[in-house]
């Protein structure tokens, strides 16, 4: 288990310039340039973040006299960047509310796919996909018959949470072993939502394909909002649980035996799980919203020598992930979902060539 104490043993090797070598000199990054320069990283994430979190409060309340002015200017700062750039997208709010919504898929879902990596989870991440599909396919009948013109991500938010409960429910109350209630969560939450939809076909004039394979179109107003708040509530509960989240993930057993509500914990985990899924399937789309929960992780673990490492360079990764491939789809018109995913698979093969493990950390990891 790797950690994130900086080593005190005295009597360790240390090389010419004074630092410890071997196991305890590589788990030493606290204050190196290396540790600089992925908080650097990570503070222009942050900021990042917070102008995407700046636009869509600004797109909500434009009608506000001072947020109408600020708006305004955004719209204006759009304009120049596409005169400076020779493109012609930033002027558009809707790619706005598209590439915000990315920026926080590229948070949200490394930092909680970080815990899902290392508990052997990734799986989960594709049955709630699997899940909030069947909650779209609801919502779309439900729309249908009653001319309700809500957002599909409601029910597909309220049918995904409801499928992480579920999952919890049964790894908690049967003998079975441990992927049996993801395997039949995935399966029966699939074909539910295939069924449904067969049997509204024709009621409704919504494609399913957006929401399958990913679609910058796809991002609503409503659900760029739901993705702001969304993400706010999920950093907001993984900071707040870290070291929880940390001791159940790398010693459950002893985090019980510590008499912490590991059920819950777990709970916690896997709704935070499919609060990311929901949200990012707006742009990398059912089948493949599972890959930025554990791709941008696995990349990381590469060349991390901590998880607390894992976890900044997960977050880095899959923000580069996520503007490259908005860059390649509006460039090529090609589907945002497999851009993104394809951008984080050349990540994750270049760590593995950085890696000091060589071929052997595809095993390994």
């Given amino acids: ?209 957006g929401y399958l394979f990913g679609s910058l179109a796809v991002v609503t107003v409503d659900g760029a909002r739901m993705m702001a708040i969304l993400s706010v509530l999920v950093v907001g509960g993984v900071l707040f649980n870290y070291k929880q989240l940390l001791f159940i993930t790398f010693d459950e057993q002893a985090a019980r035996v510590a008499q912490l509500p590991v059920n819950s914990y777990n709970t916690l985990l896997v709704v935070m799980t499919a609060v990311v899924v929901v949200g990012a399937m707006q742009v990398l789309g059912i089948i493949l919203v599972a890959a930025m929960l554990v791709v941008p992780v696995a990349a990381a673990s590469q060349i991390a020598v901590s998880f607390r490492e894992t976890m900044y360079l997960s977050v880095i990764f899959g923000q580069v992930a996520i503007l490259v491939g908005f860059a390649v789809s509006i460039a090529m018109s090609l589907p945002s979902g497999g851009s993104i995913v394809m951008a984080a698979i050349g990540l994750y093969l270049g760590s593995i060539a950085l890696s000091k493990k060589g071929v052997t950390a595809l095993s390994t990891h």
């Fill in 1 to 209: 288990m790797s950690t994130d104490t900086e080593p005190t043993d005295s009597t360790a090797p240390t090389a010419t310039d004074g630092t410890p070598s071997g196991p305890l000199g590589r788990l030493r990054t606290s204050g190196t340039t290396r540790e600089t320069v992925e908080l650097a990283a990570l503070g222009v994430i942050g900021l990042l973040a917070v102008v995407m979190l700046g636009f869509i409060a600004l797109y909500w309340l434009r009608e506000l006299p001072y947020a109408a002015t600020a708006y305004e200017q955004f719209r204006i700062g759009g304009r120049l960047l596409d005169l400076y750039l020779g493109t012609n997208v930033f002027k558009h709010p809707f790619m706005w509310q598209s590439l915000s919504t990315g920026v926080l898929i590229g948070i949200v879902a490394p930092l909680v796919g970080s815990f899902l990596v290392h508990r052997e989870m990734a799986l989960i991440g594709e049955t709630l996909a699997h899940a909030a599909f069947a909650g779209v396919a609801v919502s779309l009948l439900f729309n249908a018959v009653t001319g309700w013109d809500g957002s599909l991500l409601f029910g597909a938010l309220i049918v995904g949470v409801i499928g992480a409960l579920g999952v919890q429910w049964l790894a908690d109350r049967t003998d079975t072993y441990g992927d049996v209630p993801i395997a039949i969560m995935l399966s029966g939450s699939f074909a539910l939502g295939t069924l449904i939809i067969s049997y509204g076909r024709g009621l409704t004039g919504i494609s399913i394909e």
